[in-house]
């Protein structure tokens, strides 16, 4: 075999094992382009922003845009608070404690996560409004007899949409915080103990600083969530930065202010990017260059174990059993909904647009992984993270910034067609699912980026310059050495965007052609409609795909736990 000079071999190792390519490459080319269809609905929308047709924005300020601005500020960091404050708690408890069903809650508490936001707002409502459960057992056994008997609050309202939010997000704290927790050394807290610190000062002067990035990380995202969700705050009818964009546009008909309240938006979510961004860098700031042994949970009994089950078992009842308790209840009451006209369709649409959606974000985002590292050049390298910031801005901020460029593109494209042969062939991107299609990829390019560049990286590079200097292409090194490697990793990546796609609601309610739904969009319907027995069957296979990514989560989560 050749033998590569020890130069060349420090670079290929550098460089993921494969030679840099210095002259322009159909990898490096592709690379760069499939990074501006990533980026280009966030520079559409600012673009938009600057160059309004109609320019509204003295009228925004004067008007709507600081309710909006006050009230999504409310609910970010309403939600943000009370996850934070639940979900360490939660951490807290089952990392440095035992008591009955702990171990159970390690991933139960994760469940909520398979829930989306929105079905979780029309479970509560159902549940507390009323004409529901709550309010009826209240008249029953006081004999109330109309709602002017007595007081209840109002259950769409911000305080509610704060909860469900909260329900849903929590997981996200839970997870980093508890992480957190597991990697501190336990000799800390028996040193603290031995110094006559009880349980709480141990929390709050040991283990509440040394977590606080991961914290600060969990937050962030919950923080993020928030200001992205569409579907709860129209139920609680609460108005936001979000529901601004989709009044502004498509009651107001001004598309120019659409984009200026989603260049607000967007922002607020490269503020909080940078914060979690920032609190990821400190993460690991307080382990030493020794760790001490693992911490010793201690165990609780009588009083004090049933407060600790009680506590973490909240959160998990609200984000959880009520949202599912409530949904198959009403799928299990009016059964032949599951006939109904049109939740076949939807499935069958919610398949095609999402199976296609996460089929192209993974290989696009395996293109431009491999791509970049062939360059080993430092521009590539700099652009490559802001591909990911699709995944943080909200699917009505990208819905503008899909739907005019490529309606642009689709006349250009009608006009030159309708030239050529005569005939008109209408919308062939913004008419279609396309444009949904497109959304998802942007909208989640940063799971599958971030899941095929770690799982290169972990390739040895030896393989690959074996593969090379055996005669393999590039293209060839890629499919018969990478691939098989990073198979269980794609495979993951793919799933994930999978789910995610299943769920996504605004970008899917701004971009959808006429009378196209997906599951997301026939639940919404539905719900808006107070039709929560059409809209059970729609949620629960929703929930049910949800379902598939937390157990995945929760086994790679116990399989990092035993090595």
């Known amino acids: 075999m050749q033998q590569l000079p020890a130069c060349d071999a420090r670079q290929n190792a550098r460089h993921g094992g494969l030679a840099r390519v210095s002259r322009l490459s159909p990898w490096s080319v592709g690379a760069f382009v499939i990074a501006a269809l990533v980026l280009m609905p966030l520079i559409s929308v600012i673009w938009i922003a600057l160059h309004p047709s109609d320019n509204i924005w003295p009228h925004l300020m004067a008007t709507t845009l600081p309710r909006y601005m006050t009230t999504t500020a409310l609910l970010a960091f309403g939600v943000a608070g009370l996850a934070a404050c639940v979900g360490t708690g939660a951490a807290w408890l089952v990392t440095m404690y035992r008591f009955p069903f702990s171990r159970a809650l390690e991933w139960l508490l994760l469940l909520p996560l398979a829930i989306p936001a929105y079905?979780?707002?029309?479970?509560?409502?159902?549940?507390?409004?009323?004409?529901?459960?709550?309010?009826?057992?209240?008249?029953?056994?006081?004999?109330?007899?109309?709602?002017?008997?007595?007081?209840?609050?109002?259950?769409r309202s911000l305080g509610f949409a704060i909860i469900v939010l909260a329900a849903a997000l929590t997981p996200y704290v839970f997870l980093m915080t508890r992480a957190a927790f597991r990697e501190q050394s336990g000799s800390v807290y028996e040193t603290a103990r031995a110094l006559g610190a009880?349980?709480?000062?141990?929390?709050?002067?040991?283990?509440?600083?040394?977590?606080?990035?991961?914290?600060?990380?969990?937050?962030?995202?919950?923080?993020?969530?928030?200001?992205?969700?569409?579907?709860?705050?129209?139920?609680?009818?609460?108005?936001?930065?979000?529901?601004?964009?989709?009044?502004?546009?498509?009651?107001?008909?001004?598309?120019?202010?659409a984009a200026q309240i989603a260049s607000v938006v967007l922002v607020v979510v490269f503020l909080l990017v940078a914060l979690e961004k920032s609190s990821r860098g400190r993460a690991r700031y307080s382990q030493g260059a020794r760790q001490a042994r693992p911490i010793s949970p201690i165990r609780l009994t009588g009083w004090q174990g049933i407060l600790a089950l009680a506590l973490c078992f909240v959160p998990f009842a609200v984000g959880f059993i009520l949202p599912v308790g409530v949904i198959l209840h009403h799928a299990l009451g009016e059964p032949e909904q599951w006939l109904a006209p049109g939740l076949l369709t939807a499935l069958t649409n919610t398949l095609t647009v999402a199976g296609a959606a996460a089929i192209l974000t993974v290989v696009a985002a395996l293109f431009m992984v491999y791509g970049v590292r062939l360059t080993g050049r430092k521009l590539p390298r700099v652009v490559l993270p802001f591909t990911t910031l699709g995944y943080a801005a909200p699917g009505a901020v990208l819905g503008i910034g899909i739907l005019f460029p490529l309606a642009g593109l689709d006349h250009i494209l009608a006009d030159g067609i309708a030239a050529l042969t005569g005939r008109d062939p209408g919308l062939l991107m913004t008419g279609t699912a396309f444009a949904i299609v497109f959304a998802y990829v942007v909208r989640f390019f940063a799971i599958a980026q971030g899941a095929t560049d770690a799982a290169l990286g972990r390739v040895a590079p030896s393989l690959p310059m074996a593969a090379r200097s055996l005669g393999q292409t590039l293209g060839g090194t890629l499919r018969r050495v990478y691939v098989p490697l990073i198979r269980g990793s794609v495979g993951t990546a793919l799933l994930l965007v999978f789910v995610d796609c299943v769920k996504e609601l605004p970008a899917t309610l701004l971009l959808r052609?006429?009378?196209?739904?997906?599951?997301?969009?026939?639940?919404?319907?539905?719900?808006?409609?107070?039709q929560l027995e059409a809209a059970s069957p729609a949620a629960l296979l929703v929930i049910s795909v949800g379902l598939v990514a937390v157990l995945l989560l929760a086994r790679s989560e116990n399989a990092s736990d035993l090595t």
Do not use: C, H
């Open 119 to 155: 079905v979780g707002a029309y479970a509560l409502v159902d549940f507390l409004e009323y004409a529901g459960p709550v309010q009826g057992l209240l008249r029953e056994v006081f004999g109330w007899q109309t709602a002017r008997d007595y007081w209840f609050p109002e259950v």
């Open 513 to 530: 052609p006429f009378n196209y739904n997906t599951l997301a969009t026939r639940v919404f319907e539905k719900a808006s409609l107070e």
């Open 198 to 257: 009880g349980p709480f000062e141990r929390f709050w002067r040991v283990g509440l600083p040394l977590a606080r990035p991961a914290i600060a990380a969990g937050t962030a995202i919950v923080m993020m969530e928030t200001v992205s969700d569409y579907g709860t705050v129209t139920y609680f009818a609460v108005q936001t930065l979000t529901t601004g964009i989709f009044s502004t546009w498509l009651e107001g008909g001004n598309a120019g202010g």
